[in-house]
């Protein structure tokens, strides 16, 4: 989804906010899906859902403060900057 989203938009991918489906994947799996997003220019992580825990901790160490917990009844506040 990231590298057709990156075909249609010519700007940044601040954002992906999704469930990741990755709850039955093996670790190298994981780590390969967030570096492609990183490659991707993916700001900020979101995951949800069907991500699965080890996703979650993955996503979390790669993505440090840059990583949002998701779930139902998440409210994410987007402050657009000038820059």
Not at 15 to 35: C, M, Q, R, T
Not at 49 to 73: N, Q, W
């Amino acid at each position: 989804m990231i590298l057709r989203v990156k075909i249609l938009i010519t700007g940044r991918i601040w954002l992906a906010i999704s469930g990741y489906h990755l709850f039955s994947a093996h670790e190298w799996e994981i780590i390969k899906v967030i570096e492609s997003f990183k490659e991707s220019g993916v700001e900020w992580v979101c995951p949800c859902h069907c991500t699965g825990d080890s996703a979650m901790s993955l996503f979390r160490k790669f993505y440090g403060e840059h990583f949002i917990p998701g779930g139902v009844g998440k409210v994410i506040r987007v402050i657009r900057g000038t820059g």
